[in-house]
């Protein structure tokens, strides 16, 4: 069983963050089940400890602070700009490294208008406080953005469905992997029942939903506890388009040499403008946004030759919009990981966009990196 006092790091923390103009916030242990189901992602998800209400509400202990700081921040009404901090514990299953219970501490940064210099301070606030912990140690430090490749696959015109799919497998290789083999070879849809075969292929729209009622009311299926038979029909018409599409050799190769993509971060602006040129892709927004947050890293004090960029680095949670990264120590254990999360606070019911980004720390491997566990 972990210990519940706080770790010798904790303080060295806490100072780091009073000095950078945080509030130190309070965050129940058990949360509201709801938004870190519907928002967090499927690696964090199956790990959650759930429980619930006696009103039959489904609860859980706190998984992570991002989304509750969040929530806290809509439910105080608070204005922005706004620096948050955090330290406490947090509850997962099966952690790679055996603990489910650990300490984290971090800063949600909401409100900034000047990504750049935001995204930069998310950062060099999380390398800062790991070297006050960790004065002699060695770190990595790992970036990636997910609205680059964003940008990439749009500018490659396939369907929307396709899209949503690829955009939502970002850093998950296994899955990508698989989405890519999927266009580079699409698969026949099987084990359709004969007639709505037929409606897809005659494309009649009116009478496959009318079909899928008909079938609904004869086998007892509510629409009130089910998906309507016009969102059953738009599912199988857009599983049937994503079927057979496929990317022409030459677009399937610009995608994957985008995600083989791996240098420093002071040559990734030329290497991505290099990668756009060969492939004639739009998308010099994106690496001019890249580009300026390269600058603001800079001109933070942080060497953009000493981080990595690789394009198809992600962070394995739903919310992440934009950057994205994480800080091991030589020998690899991962000692902090953050990013930006632009529509989180909207999907939390925010009346308004707020821009937001932020980092968090695990104190129990820091102390382990420190040898004193």
């Given at each position: 069983m ?6 010798d790091?904790a303080?060295?923390i ?6 950078r ?8 242990v ?11 992602g ?23 602070f991002t ?26 299953q ?10 984290q ?21 999380a ?30 015109g396939?369907?929307?469905g ?9 850093g ?7 989405l ?19 409606f ?36 199988l018409?857009e ?6 599409t496929s ?5 399937l190769?610009a ?5 083989d993509?791996e ?14 040129e ?18 603001a ?26 950057l ?39 104190l ?10």
């Amino acid at each position: 069983m972990p210990s519940t006092s706080l770790p010798d790091c904790a303080g060295t923390i806490l100072q780091a963050f009073a000095a950078r103009d945080t509030a130190l916030t309070d965050i129940p242990v058990i949360q509201p089940a709801a938004p870190f189901l519907d928002m967090a992602g499927e690696a964090l998800r199956r790990r959650i400890f759930m429980t619930e209400s006696e009103t039959g509400e489904s609860l859980c202990l706190r998984p992570e602070f991002t989304i509750p700081v969040c929530a806290h921040h809509i439910e105080k009404n608070a204005g922005t700009p706004k620096r948050y901090a955090y330290c406490g514990m947090v509850f997962r299953q099966a952690r790679d490294d055996g603990a489910s219970e650990f300490f984290q501490a971090g800063i949600e940064d909401l409100g900034s208008a000047d990504f750049a210099a935001a995204d930069a301070r998310a950062i060099a606030d999380a390398l800062a406080t790991l070297e006050d912990c960790l004065p002699d140690a060695a770190f990595t430090v790992t970036l990636g953005d997910q609205n680059l490749f964003e940008a990439v696959v749009r500018a490659l015109g396939l369907p929307g469905g396709w899209q949503k799919r690829l955009i939502h497998a970002f850093g998950n290789h296994q899955r990508l992997n698989a989405l890519l083999a999927a266009l580079a070879k699409p698969q026949p849809v099987g084990g359709l029942d004969r007639r709505v075969a037929g409606f897809l292929a005659d494309g009649d729209e009116a009478g496959l939903i009318a079909h899928i009622d008909e079938t609904m009311q004869a086998t007892g299926y509510s629409t009130n506890a089910s998906r309507s038979p016009e969102e059953i029909a738009r599912r199988l018409k857009e599983k049937l388009a994503l079927s057979v599409t496929s990317l022409d050799a030459d677009a399937l190769d610009a995608l994957t040499s985008f995600l083989d993509l791996e240098i420093s971060l002071d040559r990734s602006a030329e290497a991505l403008t290099a990668f756009s040129e060969k492939f004639g892709l739009d998308i010099g927004a994106a690496i001019a946004a890249f580009e300026s947050r390269i600058e603001a890293i800079s001109a933070s004090g942080v060497a953009a030759d000493a981080i990595t960029y690789r394009a198809a680095f992600g962070r394995p949670l739903d919310y992440y919009t934009g950057l994205v990264f994480e800080i091991s120590a030589a020998n690899g254990a991962l000692l902090a990981g953050g990013g930006r999360y632009d529509r989180l606070l909207t999907l939390l019911g925010a009346g308004d966009p707020i821009p937001a980004v932020g980092f968090s720390l695990w104190l129990d491997r820091i102390e382990r990196a420190a040898g004193r566990i």
